[in-house]
């Protein structure tokens, strides 16, 4: 640790001298080269061939979930979602390296993240469709997913928010001792909020064992990063606040893999924040609601697909003799099975009983929110044609 | 005469303002190029430029603070919060900021020049964070003036006279409404005064009174209960602060009943203040208790929003037990 007045025992000079953005150049950890090969030089992350194979698969899932649910919301059957094409690499290699005590803080474009955790598809589906099997009761909108078994907090829609609640989560971990850190996701533009500067500033002052996981996609709606920020990209603030700092390659899973490796290990012996950038690229809309030919050219996105992250890390399972295409082929034809199937189902049940409109807002609805409920149900008996999702279930107490 | 919907009228507002006013610099995040995710801002920087017309980072307080700025400066920042509910990450800079400047420096500087605009309402499948309708808490700051409007015409005319009003306005757009309400708007310059609210139709057993997209709602109501042989007087408060109670007092003085229907929760929604006024000011003339059709106090819900919406059929009801009582 340095001295608190580090600050006050700088190195001296005589001439002006001005530290500008070409000063600080912070490269981008690299492992595999955009045709699949590793660089000869690299680093490799000490992986085992089923982590591999978990990581292969469960990117090709939500890919396969991805075009089945922008589907779905073009059907009409789902009002909203959000795909994460371009970004599976980074989600899925870094929650691939976190023990599962970890605690994952998520922005909205994670769910590579908690598939790998072991989210099922019937849970995905429960929550789009807000039925009465949704974790959060209906009450939030499509891919506001949220499981405490899994250790993955429920998102919240207001940017960035996320961000000095995981410094508080992690300096809570480190008090009871758990042998455990937390991540946050957010993208490059929630880093523009007051909150990612509260929350790095917190998180390095009180040491907390924490990994502010910045996925750089180039676009945050229409505005391009461009106009966004200026200097050196999100990584150049984590040195600004004290912070190890690691920029990596968004695109190549092993090195996102072997960055969040060392930065957990890092988080948890130092009990210290780490800031990872990751580089990449939404190659998808930003959500169902959006068209991105008004704001970027199509060339644009092709040079990006050819930096595919799904493609990059076959090539390489390949070359390992890794894969086995037939089985390979079988998992995408039954998860794609197994996608609509569960949709059809989620799409049958019922969502929650109106008592729910009023439970969860205090830990027992007190007088008022009793009375407004119990007005309610009377007026639903009276016009149970108007409201035909929760009529026929009322009962009067 | 032509036909727009409610974000045209609004596009045709800015484009008039900044005809008119070169100080005038309209920015917020995506209402740059792109024209704002719901496109109020469409064609801005093209005929105006990237120096009036611009994206910021994503940041509310930001945003706000820099407006705070400008406005300070003598120019005139048209500021968009892209929804209503991510206004509170800018909440300190308008309650703390906005609403204080003039009042603080014993009226040296102000930012009377600021508008901030933002989408509100659900009935959109929004769910909690994409449907709240925060008006209450800015009618509780002096300092600034809340306006909201209900349809096309409305919306060019009040968002022009908030634009040049001497004061912070907070101009809150029902986005329900942007698509779906359609109406005759002039292509030339207008303006509707703030702080006024509108008759919308006379009548004679009970007042209705509204705001924004409710204003639909309690029209349906109404026709139900005109049925009855109800005459129901309907006003649109317009603006939420300082709001028209004169006009709003002599309607209840002749109609002897007041309803009011708001999206909000009922608890401390904008309701309470104007249910406190009116029984001070109209006691003696009110044949029933001032009657309010609230959303519930609970946060906006997705799945059961038809049910938390107070829609025309409660207020139908409620119109009933009014007049019956
Ligand atoms: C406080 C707040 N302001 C605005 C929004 C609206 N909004 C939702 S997503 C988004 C862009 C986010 O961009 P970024 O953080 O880069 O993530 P990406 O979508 O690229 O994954 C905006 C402006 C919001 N949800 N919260």
């Known amino acids: 640790m340095k001295d608190r007045n580090h600050l006050f025992d700088v190195g001296i000079s005589h001439t002006v001298n001005i530290i500008d953005k070409g000063t600080v150049d912070i490269p981008m950890l690299q492992i595999l080269q955009p045709d699949g090969s590793a660089h000869s030089d690299a680093d490799m ?17 939500i890919r396969v979930l991805d075009e089945r649910m922008v589907g779905a919301q073009r059907q009409g059957r789902i009002s909203f979602y959000l795909a994460c094409s371009g970004e599976e690499a980074s989600t899925v290699g870094s929650a691939a390296a976190l023990s599962d005590n970890d605690m994952i803080m998520s922005q909205y474009r994670e769910q590579g993240a908690l598939a790998y955790r072991g989210y099922r598809t019937e849970q995905f589906m429960n929550q789009m469709f807000s039925n009465k099997l949704d974790p959060n009761k209906g009450r939030q909108m499509p891919i506001h997913y ?27 971990q480190k008090m009871a001792g758990n042998q455990a850190i937390t991540i946050c996701y957010f993208g490059e533009g929630a880093a523009s909020e007051g909150d990612f500067h509260a929350g790095l ?23 391009p990063s461009s106009e966004q920020f200026c200097g050196d990209g999100i990584a150049s603030r984590g040195l600004g606040y004290g912070i190890k700092t690691i920029r990596v390659d968004g695109n190549d899973v092993l090195a996102v893999y072997l960055a969040t490796k060392k930065a957990r290990e890092i988080a948890l012996a130092e009990n210290c924040p780490v800031l990872i950038e990751a580089m990449t690229y939404r190659l998808a809309a930003h959500s169902t609601s959006d068209d991105p030919s008004g704001y970027r050219s199509k060339e644009e996105e092709q040079k990006w697909r050819e930096k595919d992250p799904v493609q990059r890390f076959e090539n390489w399972m390949k070359s390992k003799g890794w894969i086995n295409e037939e089985q390979h082929k ?20 019922d969502i929650c009983a109106i008592d729910d409109l009023v439970n969860d807002v205090y830990d027992t609805p007190p007088w008022h929110l009793q009375e407004q409920l119990s007005q309610l149900k009377k007026h639903i008996s009276l016009y149970p044609e108007a409201y035909p999702k929760t009529a026929g279930r009322i009962r009067h107490d | 005469m032509i036909k727009m919907n409610m974000l045209q009228a609004i596009n045709s507002a800015l484009i008039t303002a900044m005809d008119d006013d070169e100080k005038v610099m309209v920015f917020g995040e995506d ?15 093209q005929k105006f430029g990237k120096a009036r017309c611009f994206n910021t980072p994503l940041t509310e307080q930001g945003i706000i603070g820099f407006a705070n700025g400008l406005a300070s400066q003598g120019s005139v920042p048209v500021a968009e919060i892209q929804f209503g509910d991510y206004i509170f990450p800018a909440f300190d800079q308008i309650i703390n900021e906005t609403a204080k400047f003039r009042y603080r420096s014993g009226g040296q500087f102000t930012c009377g020049t600021l508008t901030i605009r933002t989408p509100y309402g659900g009935g959109i499948a929004g769910g909690l964070y994409h449907s709240q309708s925060p008006e ?14 209900r349809n096309p015409y409305q919306a060019k005319g009040l968002l022009l006279a908030s634009i040049r009003d001497d004061n912070p306005v907070l101009f809150m757009e029902p986005k329900r409404l942007y698509r779906a309400s359609v109406g005759e708007v002039p292509e030339e310059d207008y303006e509707l005064p703030l702080g006024k609210a509108d008759v919308v139709k006379e009548g004679e057993h009970i007042t209705l009174l509204a705001w924004g997209a409710q204003v639909e709602v309690i029209e349906k109501a109404a026709e139900m209960a005109e049925k009855d042989g109800i005459s129901c007087e309907i006003i649109d408060l317009r603006s939420i ?22 999206e909000a929760p009922q608890t401390g929604g904008f309701a ?6 009116v029984q001070e000011r109209c006691f003696l003339y009110l044949e029933s208790p001032i009657t309010r059709v609230c959303g519930l106090d609970t946060p906006y819900p997705l799945a059961h929003e038809k049910e938390y919406m107070p829609d025309h059929l409660k207020t139908y009801e409620a119109i009933k037990r009014c007049v019956n009582f």
């Open chain 2, 272 to 277: 309470s203040e104007i249910s406190a006024t």
């Open chain 1, 45 to 61: 992350p000490d992986i085992s061939q089923d982590t591999a194979h978990k990581i292969f698969q469960t990117m090709h899932y």
């Open chain 1, 201 to 223: 500033n917190m998180a390095a002052v009180l040491s907390c064992p924490v990994i502010f996981f910045c996925r750089n996609n180039g676009y945050a709606i229409s505005t």
């Open chain 2, 136 to 149: 209450a808490f800015f009618a509780h700051i002096p300092g600034m003036k809340v306006v909201i409007p």
């Open chain 1, 330 to 349: 079988q998992f995408i034809e039954q998860t794609r099975q197994e996608v609509l199937a569960q949709m059809k189902k989620a799409e049958q049940v």
């Open chain 2, 241 to 262: 602060l300082p709001w028209d109670a004169q006009t709003v007092s002599e309607s209840v003085k002749k109609t002897g009943r007041l309803l009011i229907n708001h």
């Open chain 1, 146 to 172: 949220g499981d405490k078994a899994l250790n993955f907090m429920t998102i919240s829609s207001p940017l960035a928010t996320q961000i000095p609640q995981a410094a508080g989560y992690a300096y809570g």
């Open chain 2, 31 to 45: 209402v740059g190029h792109f024209g704002g995710v719901f496109r109020a801002t469409s064609n801005l920087q």
